[in-house]
């Protein structure tokens, strides 16, 4: 059996490809095969569960934590060879929500904290500036899992609205934009990319995640909010390019679902379970593109039982040379393959630090496969 191979073109090609193919058509089979598994050897820092994962050119991972205030530097051997953690600078403590590695060994960290942006120098363990974002009165920095990028000209930074709470619908009707460009000095240039009509039209409470998803590359951004089924490119200065309808999947749901009522924060907070239930609605973990493909990670609640059960990821992808949408066929379970960090070559690179189903941390390797006839 020949490795599937994905080879270049431009992203334009989606849209010239859709005018001759059925808008309807479900995309070809294909499977992800995990090829080895690489304990990652924690020595020099210890990482307690994965928010983020990154490839740094084709031999380094970057790693953050929902848990642990730092972002990691880790080899594909599973060797650790860098750290930027919270306490181990002059500048007090932080709270990473992300980070961007494009000018590495330059680490830019989003701090919660602070508010700002934090610049780093992990090859010799510097903390060299702090720039201070001059946010709106209304918005915050999200906790966890912000979408965050380094621009030519400044930062582009996902905020979140402190108006209403995140179960409320007003929340998504409310909110207005979600991404703004700060120069590099931390003032506000232009903002984008309120929720779609999708969300807003809910009546009941929706889980709070962070249904927005980006990726970057070659100086563009993409972005979708995936149960609006469509997927965007802008420009790194806010500019819209491109939008594409994304393709239907036999797995992945794009039905948004909400609760059967209002719930707000303080009843999820006081344990109310039962009263408290929002539906698991299917979402993205990661977007990645690079001259080849663009692929998308999804997470899916299949089922009922255990998380080891029922917790689910598999890839979309769109062949830029054939103009044409794949998806893998075997889910795999999130907690035995984790985050899709990159691809080199054919080889598309995943990190497992959820730390549930052990403690733990591997490196996976796996590659795409067509299915036999």
């Known amino acids: 059996m020949k490795q599937y191979c994905l080879y270049g073109a431009f992203f334009f090609a989606i849209w010239s490809c859709q005018s001759s193919a059925k808008k309807d058509a479900l995309p070809t089979l294909i499977e992800l095969v995990i090829v080895d598994s690489t304990l990652v050897k924690e020595k020099l820092f210890f990482m307690n569960v994965t928010a983020k994962v990154e490839l740094i050119g084709d031999s380094l991972l970057a790693v953050s934590s929902n848990r642990t205030p730092a972002v990691g530097i880790i080899r594909k051997n599973g060797e650790q060879v860098g750290n930027i953690a919270s306490g181990d600078f002059p500048i007090g403590s932080f709270m990473p929500s992300s980070y961007d590695v494009s000018e590495y060994p330059i680490v830019y960290i989003i701090d919660k904290r602070s508010q700002s942006v934090l610049v780093f120098n992990v090859a010799t363990q510097e903390f060299l500036k702090k720039i201070r974002l001059k946010l709106p009165e209304d918005k915050i920095i999200r906790t966890i899992g912000a979408e965050f990028k380094k621009t030519e000209s400044g930062f582009l930074v996902e905020l979140y609205d402190l108006k209403h ?204 496969k067509p299915i036999e006839e």
């Open 165 to 368: 709470d995140a179960y409320l619908p007003d929340f998504y009707r409310n909110s207005g934009n979600l991404l703004y460009f700060f120069d590099s000095n931390g003032e506000i240039q232009k903002s984008i990319m309120e929720y779609p009509a999708e969300y807003k039209v809910m009546e009941g409470s929706l889980s709070a995640i962070n249904y927005l998803k980006m990726g970057d590359y070659d100086q563009n951004i993409l972005l979708s909010f995936p149960h609006s089924k469509k997927l965007y490119r802008y420009s790194t200065e806010g500019e819209e390019l491109e939008h594409v309808d994304l393709p239907p999947s036999r797995v992945f749901n794009y039905q948004l679902r909400s609760a059967d009522r209002i719930i707000d924060f303080n009843s999820v907070m006081a344990g109310e379970k039962q009263s408290t239930k929002t539906p698991d609605n299917h979402y993205f973990n990661s977007i990645y593109e690079d001259e080849k493909a663009i692929y998308i990670e999804t997470w899916m609640k299949i089922g009922e039982g255990g998380i080891q059960k029922t917790r689910f990821t598999h890839l979309l992808l769109f062949n830029k040379e054939e103009k044409k949408w794949y998806e893998t066929q075997n889910p795999k379970g999130i907690l035995d393959i984790g985050m899709l960090a990159g691809v080199v070559n054919d080889t598309l690179y995943f990190y497992e630090g959820s730390m549930m189903k052990y403690d733990d941390k591997y490196i996976k390797r796996a590659v795409l």
